[in-house]
């Protein structure tokens, strides 16, 4: 199987753009979607992303996932941050019949 | 609107067997793939394992020996058993329908304390 990380923390200020990344330690990031889920404290993880780049129902157009095969990542950018954006970000994929989530980010909008 | 929600002992003691059901609300169980998936405390996320309508499972390697996930289609729901309960089990254990071909995660329950104490 292989490891899916992601930074520890980020922060921004509000109203500006932060991306956070999610790199594969081996095999090709292109062979299996990715998914990121936004989890605010207390509750369960939403989907924000899935399928790499797709915004799920609801979740603002500020909210944008793409893929880079020269650093075997994916990123999820949010644009025009918003204070209720503070939460933790989970990116998730999958090896033949396993579940893989990334270490998680936490985001600080100051 | 599809909907889980799990249930359980909050408190189990050391060695034991935690069972958990989730219930599915808003959608056929015999369709997709049903899962579940922990959180340690302040720590992030763990997947533990999943079933298929018909019964065929996959579990995480380092849970393999203890775990066990049935599904129960009369009754809309499935459920977790974990054996040899030890203090490094003590987690929020949520339910989750997984979406077999992008294996997307697009519904969760809102998770259930499962804490392992004598």
């Known amino acids: 199987n292989f490891i899916l990380t992601q930074p520890h923390s980020v922060s921004a200020s509000p109203g500006k753009t932060v991306t956070i990344s999610c790199t594969r330690s081996?095999?090709?990031?292109?062979?299996?979607?990715v998914q990121w889920y936004q989890q605010r404290p207390g509750r369960a993880p939403t989907t924000v992303i899935y399928?790499?780049?797709?915004?799920a129902s609801g979740v603002p157009d500020r909210f944008s996932g793409s893929i880079d095969s020269a650093s075997n990542s994916v990123s999820l950018t949010i644009s025009g941050l918003k204070v209720e954006d503070e939460a933790d970000y989970y990116c998730?994929?999958?090896?033949?019949?396993?579940?893989?989530f990334g270490g998680g980010t936490k985001l600080t909008v100051l | 609107q599809v909907q889980l929600k799990e249930s359980g002992p909050g408190l189990v003691k050391p060695s034991e067997t935690l069972s958990l059901t989730c219930v599915v609300s808003?959608?056929?169980?015999?369709?997709?793939?049903w899962t579940w998936i922990r959180q340690f405390p302040g720590k992030g996320l763990e997947w533990v394992g999943y079933?298929?309508?018909?019964?065929?499972?996959n579990y995480n390697p380092s849970l393999k020996t203890r775990v066990a996930i049935s599904v129960d289609t009369s009754k809309s729901q499935f459920s977790l058993r974990l054996s040899s309960l030890t203090a490094a089990d003590t987690a929020v254990y949520y339910c989750?329908?997984?979406?077999?071909?992008?294996?997307?995660?697009?519904?969760w329950g809102p998770g259930t304390l499962v804490t392992v104490s004598s």
């Open positions: 989750a329908r997984l979406s077999g071909f992008s294996y997307d995660l697009d519904f």
């Open positions: 808003g959608a056929s169980i015999s369709s997709f793939y």
């Open positions: 079933i298929s309508h018909s019964g065929s499972t």
């Open positions: 081996s095999g090709n990031i292109a062979s299996n979607y």
């Open positions: 399928e790499d780049t797709q915004r």
């Open positions: 998730q994929s999958y090896d033949a019949t396993t579940v893989i």
